[in-house]
């Protein structure tokens, strides 16, 4: 069974820290110092779980009365089976929960259909993001 929610402790942060360095620094050779990037003190973190064991993770970052939505993974074995959107969903509704206005994301491109099948849109164009050298495009969603 899936359940989503926000990570409670540093233990809980440590096994989401280890989806993105499985999914980033392993899959897609992101250098550790780059995807550690100092910020994760300051923000909220969500994680999934699938009977029991941390499958996806989310990093959510505040501003003004927007939500930025970093991180974004699923480990390999669990794609493709509905648990990313459920993840996007939460994030959607977290927002709702806290009254934001927009929801916002720079997704890897290659993945810009999944995100448009929920409702986010592209805002502006696709970029290669420089620490990384992936082909990236912004998406928002409005919360009404």
Do not use: P
């Not at 280890?18 to 392993?26: D, G, H, L, S, Y």
């Not at 993770?57 to 794609?79: D, E, G, M, S």
């Not at 890897?108 to 696709?126: M, N, T």
């Amino acid at each position: 069974m899936l359940k989503i929610r926000l990570t409670k402790n540093k233990s809980e942060f440590l096994k989401v820290l280890k989806i993105r360095k499985e999914v980033f620094v392993k899959e897609q050779n992101v250098a550790l110092d780059i995807e550690v990037d100092g910020l994760d003190s300051s923000s909220k973190h969500v994680m999934a779980t699938y009977n029991d064991k941390v499958i996806g993770c989310a990093r959510l970052r505040f501003y003004k009365n927007k939500l930025k939505a970093q991180r974004i993974a699923v480990l390999r074995k669990y794609r493709g089976k509905g648990f990313g959107k459920d993840l996007m969903l939460y994030i959607v509704k977290y927002a709702k929960r806290k009254k934001l206005k927009e929801v916002y994301f720079e997704a890897q491109y290659y993945i810009k259909g999944f995100y448009e099948k929920l409702g986010f849109k592209v805002r502006g164009k696709s970029f290669i993001e420089e620490c990384t050298g992936i082909k990236h495009i912004e998406m928002y969603m409005k919360i009404k």
